[in-house]
């Protein structure tokens, strides 16, 4: 196995200025959140980014080999891409290989979640993320093959490299707890949230500012989770 490297990045402190943008967004008055109008710019920002099709970028790449392949466009993979172009690394040695359109700043879930943002402020298209010169792939890694310094992804393409970054991020497996997956899409009934993914993190301020009384139980669970805390973080907001 020839320089392969694995980096797992579950939390990393990016350096473009694109994503630090998220930081700085106008903040909203509890109890002014409005479903509608966040649904209606969050669609805006994910239809901004069909413009550009999978062929075009496929068709775009002359080779399947690339000096540095980078496996998933979160804040983890799109800082690691700045960071290498920052030290010098050119942008055409670099492939980022993510299949979304649509690029989520994830920690800011927890003050979606809290009533602070609204969750379309979290949305940018990943064409804006992705630091300029670098080789995005809109497609999914199915198999490493470190032996053969090779990925085999979903749409059949092999791609070979000579350093591999696993910028994956983890996947919730919300099927693993029976029922959960009904009681989270009915959470105002239920009383059921979750800051972990964009369709229930906007759902979870909406069920604290309707609790009057009982009580609220925040469940933390063990490693490993993304943004630790973050299930905790609308208690102190």
């Given at each position: 196995?020839?320089?392969?490297?694995?980096?797992?990045?579950?939390?990393?402190?990016?350096?473009?200025?694109?994503?630090?943008?998220?930081?700085?967004?106008?903040?909203?008055?509890?109890?002014?959140?409005?479903?509608?109008?966040?649904?209606?710019?969050?669609?805006?920002?994910?239809?901004?980014?069909?413009?550009?099709?999978?062929?075009?970028?496929?068709?775009?790449?002359?080779t399947?080999?690339?000096?540095?392949?980078?496996?998933?466009?979160?804040?983890?993979?799109?800082g690691?891409?700045?960071?290498?172009?920052?030290?010098?690394?050119?942008?055409?040695?670099?492939?980022?290989?993510?299949?979304?359109?649509?690029?989520?700043?994830?920690?800011?879930?927890?003050?979606?979640g809290?009533?602070?943002f609204?969750?379309?402020?979290?949305?940018?298209?990943?064409?804006?993320?992705?630091?300029?010169?670098?080789?995005?792939?809109?497609d999914?890694?199915?198999?490493?093959?470190?032996?053969a310094n090779?990925?085999?992804?979903?749409?059949?393409?092999?791609?070979?490299?000579?350093?591999?970054?696993?910028?994956?991020g983890?996947?919730?497996?919300?099927?693993?707890?029976?029922?959960?997956?009904?009681?989270?899409?009915?959470?105002?009934?239920?009383g059921?949230?979750?800051n972990?993914?964009?369709?229930?993190?906007?759902?979870?301020?909406?069920?604290?500012?309707?609790?009057?009384?009982?009580?609220?139980?925040?469940?933390?669970?063990?490693?490993?989770?993304?943004?630790?805390?973050?299930?905790?973080?609308?208690?102190?907001?």
């Amino acid at each position: 196995m020839k320089n392969f490297i694995v980096l797992v990045l579950l939390t990393v402190s990016c350096v473009m200025e694109d994503v630090q943008a998220f930081l700085v967004l106008p903040r909203l008055s509890r109890g002014t959140y409005q479903p509608k109008q966040a649904a209606q710019r969050l669609a805006l920002a994910t239809f901004a980014t069909t413009t550009t099709t999978t062929s075009d970028i496929i068709s775009a790449i002359t080779t399947d080999h690339h000096k540095i392949l980078i496996l998933g466009g979160g804040t983890g993979g799109c800082g690691v891409a700045a960071q290498l172009l920052n030290e010098g690394v050119r942008g055409k040695d670099i492939c980022l290989l993510e299949p979304a359109t649509t690029h989520y700043y994830q920690p800011l879930w927890t003050f979606v979640g809290g009533g602070v943002f609204d969750l379309a402020e979290s949305a940018r298209p990943m064409s804006t993320i992705i630091p300029s010169g670098v080789t995005w792939l809109r497609d999914a890694a199915t198999e490493v093959m470190p032996e053969a310094n090779q990925v085999q992804c979903a749409s059949g393409r092999r791609l070979s490299y000579d350093y591999l970054v696993v910028s994956t991020g983890l996947q919730c497996d919300w099927n693993k707890v029976p029922g959960l997956v009904e009681a989270l899409s009915n959470s105002e009934e239920s009383g059921v949230c979750s800051n972990y993914h964009p369709q229930y993190a906007q759902n979870t301020w909406r069920v604290l500012e309707g609790l009057r009384k009982g009580n609220a139980l925040f469940t933390q669970p063990p490693a490993p989770v993304k943004c630790g805390g973050k299930e905790r973080a609308s208690i102190y907001q």
